[in-house]
């Protein structure tokens, strides 16, 4: 079979996936108009064309803009189930889906809100297809550690509804070492960890947040390669990264996709998967993301089933789901 057919038709999860990177252009327009929330763009067409990037700190500032259209339930519902239908059209049957409670809470609207809306496109998915979701819960990394500490009590009604906690914005000058004390309380509460690190930020940032934050899992970690200890000990522990190859892109981490490291890191040994970050920010979904490692590195067949595997090993499913969903990654 084509590897394009293949991409599309085989199970996958997505284990990097921020709930406010996945509103739609259009969707942005209807709330905003539904709100009287004015936007700086007169169209549909001019958000869309606003999407150009420089680096990470611009792609934020737009980010959060744009989440402050969402203001009531509804309309976190209708995100929610508008990125589970994406799932179902590109055969994601996992999702570990990320959120920002603070770019809500800053913002007068609770926990209670934001909640209610996914849990009930979460549930509709799970009842219509099976669909299967984790949620994580981040915390914004250029607001004081004393904020994350605040939101994590916030949580607390809805602990059993979050299965890790993690850590975004703007990485440089906000090492994880910042945020120490915070995830040792979340380990204490029985929940896994994981962290954005070595996105823009250095090797250092990914020591940290293995030794101090004791990550199950780092957010993109691509600049691992500066430092030979650091990949021989990602390799020799197993430890995943969840690599967004179109975001690395549109935030000019790499200049070109041919430069992407993400097939090296892979034969390597290293446990590597791909994830779409703020799809429609990035100009595309999961699936293209896969599509353009074939397209721009030549990602052959193999190693298209190696980073399906992959998704499912790095995920926090129990072992006997994962094994499932590995047993039904055929290749022909
Ligand atoms: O890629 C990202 N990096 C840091 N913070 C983010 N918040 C959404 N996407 C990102
Ligand atoms: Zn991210």
New binding site residues.
């Given amino acids: 079979m084509a590897i394009e057919k293949l991409i599309q038709s085989l199970p996958k999860a997505e284990l990097h996936l921020?709930i406010?990177?996945s509103l739609e252009p259009a969707l942005m327009w209807q709330l905003a108009n539904k709100h009287q929330v004015v936007l700086p763009y007169q169209s549909v067409a001019e958000i869309e064309a606003a999407y150009q990037f420089e680096d990470?700190q611009s792609?934020?500032d737009l980010?959060y803009a744009g989440a402050d259209v969402l203001r009531d339930e509804d309309d976190f519902f209708q995100l929610m189930w508008s990125y589970l239908n994406k799932c179902r059209q590109e055969n994601i049957v996992h999702a570990e889906i990320?959120f920002?409670p603070q770019t809500h809470t800053e913002r007068g609207i609770g926990f209670e809100v934001f909640m209610a809306g996914f849990e009930r496109a979460i549930a509709q998915a799970r009842q219509q297809w099976g669909m299967s979701t984790l949620l994580i819960m981040?915390f914004l990394r250029h607001l004081p550690e004393a904020d994350a500490f605040s939101t994590l009590e916030e949580a607390r009604p809805y602990y059993d509804q979050i299965a890790a906690i993690g850590l975004?914005?703007?990485?440089l000058g906000h090492p994880p070492e910042k945020f120490e004390r915070v995830f040792a309380r979340v380990r204490e509460l029985g929940l896994k960890v994981v962290a954005?690190a070595g996105?823009e930020g250095p090797a250092d940032y990914i020591w940290q947040a293995i030794k101090l934050l004791e990550v199950d899992r780092i957010?993109?970690g691509v600049n691992c390669q500066q430092d030979q200890k650091l990949v021989e000990y990602l390799i020799q522990q197993q430890l995943p990264l969840t690599v967004?190859p179109l975001?690395n892109l549109k935030?000019k981490v790499i200049e070109k996709m041919d430069h992407h490291n993400i097939l090296q890191l892979l034969e390597a040994g290293m446990l590597v998967t791909v994830n779409s970050?703020?799809p429609t920010y990035f100009g595309g979904y999961l699936n293209e993301n896969y599509r353009q490692l074939h397209a721009a590195l030549g990602m052959n067949t193999a190693q298209l089933k190696q980073l399906l595997i992959n998704s499912f090993k790095a995920s926090f499913l129990p072992e006997s789901q994962k094994q499932h969903w590995i047993d039904n990654i055929n290749v022909y």
């Fill in positions: 921020h406010e990177g990470l792609f934020l980010y990320m920002d981040s975004d914005s703007s990485e954005h996105e957010d993109h967004c975001s935030l970050d703020d």
